[in-house]
Every structure is written in structure tokens, then in C-alpha cells.
T-cell receptor, first 113, second 109 residues
Framework: ETGVTQSPTHLIKTRGQQVTLRCSSQ?????VSWYQQALGQGPQFIFQ???????GRGNFPPRFSGLQFPNYSSELNVNALELDDSALYLC????????????FGPGTRLLVL | QQPVQSPQAVILREGEDAVINCSSS?????VHWYRQKHGEAPVFLMI?????EQKGHDKISASFNEKKQQSSLYLTASQLSYSGTYFC??????????FGKGTLLTVNP
């Protein structure tokens, strides 16, 4: 059974640029959730995708967008990067059942200069 | 609404016990506990469901008090490997997991 994987592991961008982060869900999971974790804070929910549809969104602006593909892998896109977007971006996969455990990937550390 | 965790940090010697609390102002339906080591992803520990019993594995257990809207994580006879930041997450109606700010646990030899 393959766990959750994310790419790239680290990324450096400049303000105003755009970035795409990728996540492959754990085998058998059809739901992917994305989180932003600033230094010293808990993960903050960005949005969730279930069977290729957005299924819930946190308090993030529209420049944060996502996609889920038929194989349940997912992308997080962030446009017009701001310095405050510097954080660890985590994706978590689950089987989609209510209250189901979410398993996190290793994360992508994004630095915006 | 973000759950409140206490204490913010705790330092133990190997073999000592600790309790980490997680409180919510909203009704709790499930509480998810994770541990995160520095530079790594959060690792799932356990999930407590409304109406469910106390759970545990190895020397880590947790309880869920629906009336008090609180969950507690109990670490017994702590080991060096228990060091890390512990997060509780509460699941909302939109499947959104809202995490607390975390409790930093340090276990020294």
C-alpha cells in the first residue's frame, strides 16, 4: 500500500508568481484535503476534493484553487503569491466516509521572497 | 472555531505521564489526534467518535467528554519517541478538520 506523496518537497518563488503543488493520495482513498501550516501553528484547512469535486472550503481567497483527477491525485494552485503564503502545504487523503481518518503526506515547503 | 489546547508546552523526564486537553466551544462529533515531529508531517494517533468509548494504543490513550465538549490525550510512562507537537482536530459539518495550535511535548532522558 502506497502512502500519500507530495511534490516538490521544497520550492522558492517570488511575490506575484504562481505555483502548483501536487499530491498523490493513498491507495484506495478518493478524498484529498489540503492544509496550510505556518511556522508554529496547526494546519489550516484550505479545501477538500471528493471524486473530482470541491467538497468544502476554508477561509482562503479564490487565488487558492485546486483540482482532483480521475485517479484521485490532486493539485493545489496558488496565484499572485504573497509573502504570507510561505508555509508548509500538506495534503491528506481519506476514504471519503464521514469522520474518516485523514493521512497526511510529507508536505511541500514553500518560501515566497 | 479553533479548539483550544492546553498546556501549550510540557517537559517530561522519560517514564513520566502527561495529559493534553482539547476544548471546543462547539459541539464535538469527533476528535482527531495527531503527533508531528519537527520537519515532518502530522502522524495520525487516534480518532474519538461521539458516543464512543475511550481509545488507546500502546501507552497513549484518549477520552471524549461530550458534555464538557472536551477531549484529553493521556501519555503514560513517556518515551523519548513521544517528543513532538500534539494536535487535536475537530471535524465540522463541511468535513473540515479544524486543528488547535498544538502542544509541544519534550521528553528528556
Amino acid at each position: 500500500e502506497t502512502g500519500v506523496t507530495q511534490s516538490p518537497t521544497h520550492l522558492i518563488k517570488t511575490r506575484g508568481q504562481q505555483v502548483t503543488l501536487r499530491c498523490s493520495s493513498q491507495s484506495g482513498h478518493n478524498t484529498v484535503s489540503w492544509y496550510q501550516q505556518a511556522l508554529g501553528q496547526g494546519p489550516q484547512f484550505i479545501f477538500q476534493y471528493y471524486r473530482e469535486e470541491e467538497n468544502g472550503r476554508g477561509n482562503f481567497p479564490p487565488r487558492f484553487s485546486g483540482l482532483q483527477f480521475p485517479n484521485y491525485s490532486s493539485e493545489l494552485n496558488v496565484n499572485a503569491l504573497e509573502l504570507d503564503d510561505s508555509a508548509l502545504y500538506l495534503c491528506a487523503s481519506s476514504s471519503g466516509a464521514e469522520q474518516e481518518t485523514q493521512y497526511f503526506g510529507p508536505g511541500t515547503r514553500l518560501l515566497v521572497l | 472555531q479553533q479548539p483550544v489546547q492546553s498546556p501549550q508546552a510540557v517537559i517530561l523526564r522519560e517514564g513520566e505521564d502527561a495529559v493534553i486537553n482539547c476544548s471546543s466551544s462547539k459541539a464535538l462529533y469527533s476528535v482527531h489526534w495527531y503527533r508531528q515531529k519537527h520537519g515532518e508531517a502530522p502522524v495520525f494517533l487516534m480518532i474519538l467518535l461521539k458516543g464512543g468509548e475511550q481509545k488507546g494504543h500502546d501507552k497513549i490513550s484518549a477520552s471524549f467528554n461530550e458534555k464538557k465538549q472536551q477531549s484529553s490525550l493521556y501519555l503514560t510512562a513517556s518515551q523519548l519517541s513521544y517528543s513532538g507537537t500534539y494536535f487535536c482536530g475537530i471535524l465540522g459539518s463541511n468535513y473540515k478538520l479544524t486543528f488547535g495550535k498544538g502542544t509541544l511535548l519534550t521528553v528528556n532522558p
